[in-house]
């Protein structure tokens, strides 16, 4: 048995990290490391702008700063990165619009996201002869499955995944797939999410793109917002996990409202009460407070979807409308439906403990992904003029780059959201000035840090310079 799963994970540790090479060899760049002073990003300190921490790193509503108004509804972070676009585009427009326009993951992602789910389907049903001990250890590379799955559903969020109708010069069949692409995206967003243990369809189609607006926005952001708010789609579906490890500004939430025995309002939070346990300068001890929060939290995800497809309701989400609750249950319907599938088929309970594993396990450390999740969107300060930077990139390397699906190419996505993944590389070819060029971030350093001193999310406390 022990020589059967080492060979497992041989097996699965070459396919995450040499699949697809050939299809994938315009998706990295290396690039020579070299000084350049008018980079617009660079991982620095924050310690000039970020304030005193609180003991319990619990901020309250009084201690928001006073922001600028702003004449658009978009957060001073999304603004941000809407000025850099903006300013790349006059300079390099001739090469970066035919990446917006013209690219898209059709003979990229499309097949990635079949293997993907193909692999952790049919690891899922061999996890069944192993041991929990076992399933971990093949979960742990194997997780790199379901953040490929993550980023390419991302992809069709985005609506990159298939043919643009901007494209030029489409064949037959390439005009079939831009007349239904909505169609088609929605349905690989909606069952490309499958199987999982608890998914990322919801937040995707609930969550992200809102992030994109409102990123960083201390009136939009909190917990007590979120899970109270009556519109359909989340303010911004990040603070989700970002509560984990960074800080928030407002209340916390949710609040449920009990009858028994007596009638009161309670007001909780896995993520806030893992955080209060941080304790700054500490890394082992918020690392392991971190992974305790984040996968217990995981745990009630699982046994939600159970309860939101027997009761046909979300209520955690009391007061969003009807219309959320129903895709709520239809999605956890099918996804039920599909766990309890692979358990039939394996005849055991072991696929659904798999599936958690790899959702969880690229998200905490010691995995190297990790780093990059962790860091996309802190508080960095701007070595030239102050100004606080809400989101970051983790260059490690292409191999790095492979691994994560570009999705360590954070800032580079928020400031062109509708390139794909296997082209996000290009532009720190494209204009060099506004990206770091170096390829030496240390992963297990980066999360030393995180975890020593954790940062506001999104520049939400401080100034962001946005002309």
Same mark, same amino acid.
């Given at each position: ?17 040499? #699949? ?24 620095? !300190? ?27 509804? &978009? ?18 427009? &001739? ?40 399933? $971990? ?8 499955? !379901? ?77 007590? @917002?979120? =899970? ?30 009990? #009858? ?12 806030? !009460?893992?955080? !209060? ?33 027997? $009761? ?22 099918? &996804? ?57 990139? @983790?260059? &490690? ?6 691994? #994560? ?28 000035? =506004? ?30 310079? @946005?002309?």
């Amino acid at each position: 048995m022990g020589r059967m799963i080492s060979v497992q994970v041989l097996i699965i540790t070459f396919l995450w990290s040499g #699949t697809c090479c050939h299809a994938f060899s315009t998706f990295v760049h290396p690039i020579t490391t070299r000084n350049n002073p008018r980079h617009f990003y660079r991982r620095s !300190s924050a310690s000039d702008i970020l304030p005193t921490l609180t003991p319990d790193y619990i901020v309250n509503e009084e201690s928001k700063p006073v922001r600028q108004p702003s004449s658009s509804s &978009a957060s001073a972070a999304a603004q941000w990165h809407q000025n850099r676009r903006k300013k790349m585009m006059a300079m390099y427009s &001739a090469k970066i619009l035919p990446r917006e326009q013209q690219s898209h993951g059709l003979y990229v992602g499309l097949p990635l996201l079949v293997l993907s789910n193909l692999s952790l389907a049919f690891l899922a049903i061999r996890s069944a002869t192993l041991s929990v001990p076992q399933i $971990a250890a093949m979960a742990f590379p194997a997780s790199i499955f !379901s953040l490929w799955q993550l980023q390419i559903l991302h992809d069709a969020l985005h609506s990159s995944l298939l043919p643009k109708p901007t494209m030029h010069n489409p064949n037959r069949f390439m005009r079939k797939i831009i007349k239904h692409r909505k169609k088609i995206h929605k349905f690989i967003l909606f069952f490309g999410s499958m199987p999982s243990a608890f998914g990322y369809y919801l937040y995707l189609q609930y969550g992200h793109l809102t992030h994109h607006k409102s990123l960083g926005d201390p009136d939009k952001v909190s917990l007590a @917002t979120l =899970f109270n708010s009556s519109q359909k789609n989340f303010e911004d579906g990040d603070v989700l996990f970002t509560a984990h490890r960074m800080k928030l500004l407002g209340k916390i939430g949710p609040t449920f409202k009990l #009858t028994w025995p007596k009638e009161r309002k309670i007001t909780m939070s896995i993520s806030k !009460s893992g955080f !209060s346990l941080w304790k700054e300068g500490h890394p082992l001890r918020n690392s392991i407070a971190f992974i305790s929060s984040f996968m217990f939290e995981r745990i009630m995800l699982i046994m939600n979807d159970f309860v939101v497809a027997l $009761a046909g309701k979300n209520f955690f989400f009391p007061n969003k409308p009807l219309e959320f609750h129903k895709e709520c249950a239809n999605y956890c319907r099918w &996804a039920v439906s599909v766990r309890l599938a692979l358990c039939f088929v394996a005849k055991s309970w072991k696929p659904l403990l798999f599936l958690y594993f790899a959702e969880t396990l690229w998200s905490i450390p010691p995995h190297p992904a990790c780093a990059m999740f962790i860091t996309n969107h802190g508080s960095k300060e701007d070595s030239e003029n102050g100004s606080c930077i809400p989101s970051s990139s @983790t260059y &490690a390397g292409k191999w790095y780059s492979l691994m #994560t699906l570009g999705t360590n190419y954070h800032v580079e996505h928020h400031d062109f959201p509708t390139i794909p993944l296997h082209r996000l590389g290009e532009l720190r070819q494209i204009a060099p000035e =506004f990206y770091s060029t170096s390829e030496s971030d240390n992963v297990f350093g980066i999360m030393k840090k995180t975890f020593g001193k954790p940062e506001f999310y999104s520049c939400m406390n401080a100034n962001i310079v @946005t002309d």
